[in-house]
């Protein structure tokens, strides 16, 4: 193994660290979760990517020459399934399993990706061959997010080998961030190349974990570890440490953070602070309508920086989204949520 993993708090400095190591460090990729993380990076002149990308962009394309169902030299095409036709509409029904397998919906079918590109569309007609042809069609692969997924796991798992040989042999280390949002063939990714001889580093932060993966990552012993956010106030961490129990040192600026009423949330609607929410049903859903500044969802400023005062909707909370939430400011973050589930 060559890698090293990195577990800062948030604010302290994990794009920052990115930065200077992709300036110092030539040849290198980053990867993370999301494309707001990834742009602030590739604004900057470095080669970005969402682990998504990469897959599609750049190790997807290698294997139409190794996969048989794939014609050979084929174009990789992105579906939108929300803005498909409706002849296509079938097309989502379709899954790639781990083994290869083709499946309608629950139903195993008689293709699988061993099969030659010509011999499927050799075939005559059967149940779902339109959208299967049309997924592995003559000259092309044309595929959703799910099954980008699902044919990112086969390769991964079939022939992990071959991407660590076409990676090393491109790059000369990969940074990946956000790694505790890690999950799925994502997470397999990430393993595959901390457990070879590919230079990697693995950065993140345990409590910011509010995706439905991570477990990997928070069982890795950190190689550096950074309690200091440049970001919050040592008054909203004091608040932090005594009643989330996360350990985390902030600057000495002036924001706090202020408990309000549910009631009284559309008060400290000024036009200027930022509402957050976890979701946009319930009694949020009248909030959220009716307010005036900008508002977002907490899984969408993940990784951002919120220069005015928050204000952080709900009654009850995830102990992970309500660190995530609070830890976004610069300023004063107010809150209805009287119970934090932790």
């Not at 300036?23 to 290198?28: A, Q, S, T, Y």
């Not at 959208?131 to 992990?160: A, G, M, T, V």
């Not at 009423?261 to 200027?272: P, R, V």
Request: aromatic residues 12%; glycine residues 6%; hydrophobic residues 35%.
């Amino acid at each position: 193994m060559n890698s090293k993993v990195i577990k800062f708090v948030a604010g302290a400095g994990k794009t920052t660290y990115s930065e200077k190591y992709l300036k110092d460090n030539k040849n290198g990729i980053y990867l993370a979760f999301n494309n707001s993380v990834v742009n602030e990076l590739k604004d900057k002149g470095y080669l970005c990517k969402t682990i998504d990308s990469l897959f599609f962009n750049y190790i997807i394309p290698k294997f139409t020459s190794i996969i048989p169902l794939i014609a050979n030299g084929a174009a990789i095409n992105y579906i939108n399934s929300e803005n498909m036709k409706t002849f296509q509409k079938g097309i989502a029904n379709i899954k790639i399993e781990k083994d290869g397998s083709i499946y309608n919906m629950s139903k195993k079918t008689i293709i699988n990706l061993n099969m030659k590109n010509e011999e499927l569309h050799a075939m005559g007609n059967f149940e779902n061959s339109f959208f299967i042809k049309s997924i592995f069609s003559k000259d092309s692969l044309n595929i959703n997010d799910q099954q980008r997924s699902e044919l990112s796991y086969y390769i991964i798992e079939k022939y992990p080998n071959v991407i660590v040989d076409f990676l090393s042999s491109r790059f000369s280390y990969i940074i990946v961030d956000e790694a505790q949002d890690l999950k799925g063939y994502r997470e397999e990714f990430a393993k595959l190349i901390y457990k070879s001889n590919i230079k990697l580093i693995l950065l993140g932060d345990d409590n910011q974990n509010i995706n439905g993966g991570g477990k990997w990552f928070e069982g890795l012993n950190a190689d550096k570890t950074n309690l200091i956010t440049h970001r919050c106030t040592e008054k909203i961490c004091e608040w932090i440490r005594d009643n989330l129990k996360i350990e985390i040192y902030g600057n000495p600026n002036d924001g706090e953070y202020k408990s309000i009423k549910f009631s009284e949330i559309l008060k400290y609607d000024d036009g200027k602070r930022v509402l957050l929410y976890s979701a946009n049903t319930g009694k949020n859903k009248e909030i959220i309508e009716k307010w005036k500044g900008r508002k977002e969802t907490i899984k969408k400023v993940k990784g951002s920086t919120i220069e005015n005062d928050i204000v952080i909707i709900g009654t009850s909370l995830n102990k992970k989204n309500f660190y995530t939430a609070i830890t976004r400011t610069k300023k004063n973050a107010y809150s209805s949520v009287s119970k934090i589930i932790l």
